[in-house]
């Protein structure tokens, strides 16, 4: 009798023990499993937001998969159509970018200076803010080019002049140079990243609004920017 009892432990405990070992692949799979799953969407979280950290790796990306290079400015003086420079990458992609998230239709026009340059985008809109804050007070590196000059109807970067000496675009605001001889005392200091194609009288309108002692409008020049091509 006692020798059945040992004969039926020894098959017991062979049991178990294959059924340990038949389990332990199926555990380590599921783990394997959840370790590429977590990787995965680390990558993609990397490019789920521009910021200031990944500014010129996420505009450069973001270039190569949205080639368009024109734009239409709406207002209620008529179009303005712009072409963007190719050879300006990551100024080009960081206003194909702002223009797609409709980060401008909530923006105006803010300085008029007449036979100089129209000014625009910003605004005290909810949405113009939520924006800039969400996306943070990221800067661009210039890209100057000897062939981009402040001529009649280019479009160049804002950026601060102080404490700024890297002369770092700002990536919300921009200008349309609006005096016919241009502004050149401006090349080598703002990046070129684009000019008017039509809509010049659409310009000389604009320039004509009464303005305050800041140059800001007296009546809100509003914006819709959409793409082209």
């Keep these: 009798m006692k020798n059945y009892h040992i004969i039926f432990l020894l098959l017991l405990l062979t049991s178990f023990y294959?059924?340990?070992?038949?389990?332990?692949?199926?555990?380590?799979?599921?783990?394997?499993?959840?370790?590429?799953?977590?990787?995965?969407?680390?990558?993609?979280?990397?490019?789920?937001?521009?910021?200031r950290h990944n500014t010129e790796a996420f505009l450069?990306?973001?270039?190569?998969?949205?080639?368009?290079n024109k734009v239409i400015i709406k207002t209620d003086f008529g179009d303005i159509k712009i072409r963007l420079y190719n050879d300006t990458p990551v100024h080009r992609a960081n206003f194909i970018f702002l223009t797609k998230i409709n980060y401008f239709n909530t923006t105006v026009f803010y300085r008029i200076a007449k036979n100089f340059?129209?000014?625009?985008?910003?605004?005290?809109?909810?949405?113009?803010?939520?924006?800039?804050?969400?996306?943070?007070?990221?800067?661009?590196k210039p890209?100057?080019?000897?062939?981009?000059?402040?001529?009649?109807?280019?479009?160049?970067?804002?950026?601060?002049?102080?404490?700024?000496?890297?002369?770092?675009?700002?990536?919300?605001?921009?200008?349309?140079?609006q005096k016919r001889s241009g502004a050149h005392h401006l090349d080598g200091e703002h990046t070129v990243f684009g000019?008017?194609?039509?809509?010049?009288?659409?310009?000389?309108?604009?320039?004509?609004?009464?303005?305050?002692?800041?140059?800001?409008?007296?009546?809100?020049?509003?914006?819709?920017v959409a793409i082209i091509e």
């Design 18 to 51: 294959q059924c340990d070992n038949n389990k332990k692949p199926t555990q380590k799979s599921v783990v394997l499993s959840k370790e590429k799953k977590v990787k995965k969407e680390v990558i993609t979280k990397a490019w789920d937001s521009l910021n």
């Design 60 to 68: 450069t990306e973001y270039g190569k998969q949205n080639t368009e």
């Design 117 to 140: 340059v129209l000014q625009g985008g910003n605004s005290d809109e909810m949405y113009t803010m939520k924006q800039r804050r969400k996306y943070g007070n990221y800067l661009m």
């Design 143 to 177: 890209e100057f080019r000897k062939n981009r000059k402040h001529k009649y109807g280019a479009l160049a970067a804002a950026r601060q002049w102080e404490k700024n000496p890297d002369k770092l675009s700002s990536p919300f605001e921009f200008y349309i140079v």
């Design 195 to 224: 000019e008017v194609i039509s809509g010049f009288s659409v310009m000389d309108k604009m320039s004509k609004v009464k303005v305050g002692v800041d140059e800001w409008p007296v009546d809100d020049v509003k914006m819709k």
